[in-house]
């Protein structure tokens, strides 16, 4: 998956995904994060959703499925810049809330404890 790359920084993993968030790319998505996170044992999980052009519903459901996946694990997931593209998306069914978003890496920072 070449629309993503990784970046690992203390206890932090940082997935950078640029492009569209569909149903066609959705499972592979999901599998290179759960792949990455059971080899790399971090505590939280940081999506840098700032170059995505598009989401769809399956975007949603991944997003949600990772957020509680982390959350059942005593870890913590991290939306990071989300794209307007995304807040609209999310915002449409009202799952903004439901999910830890930093704007600013000063924002990270206070949301990671560093």
Not at 65 to 72: E, G, I, L, P, Y
């Amino acid at each position: 998956m070449e629309n993503l790359s990784w970046l690992r920084e203390g206890k932090s993993l940082i997935g950078k995904y640029q492009g569209e968030i569909t149903m066609e790319i959705t499972q592979d998505f999901k599998q290179q994060v759960e792949k990455t996170l059971e080899r790399e044992q971090a505590d939280f999980l940081i999506l840098d959703l700032s170059e995505v052009s598009f989401m769809d519903s399956s975007g949603i459901g991944f997003l949600v499925a990772c957020n509680t996946r982390m959350q059942s694990s005593g870890k913590a997931l991290v939306l990071y810049r989300p794209s307007s593209q995304v807040r609209k998306t999310l915002g449409l069914v009202q799952l903004m809330s439901h999910f830890d978003v930093a704007d600013t890496q000063d924002e990270l920072s206070l949301r990671l404890g560093v």
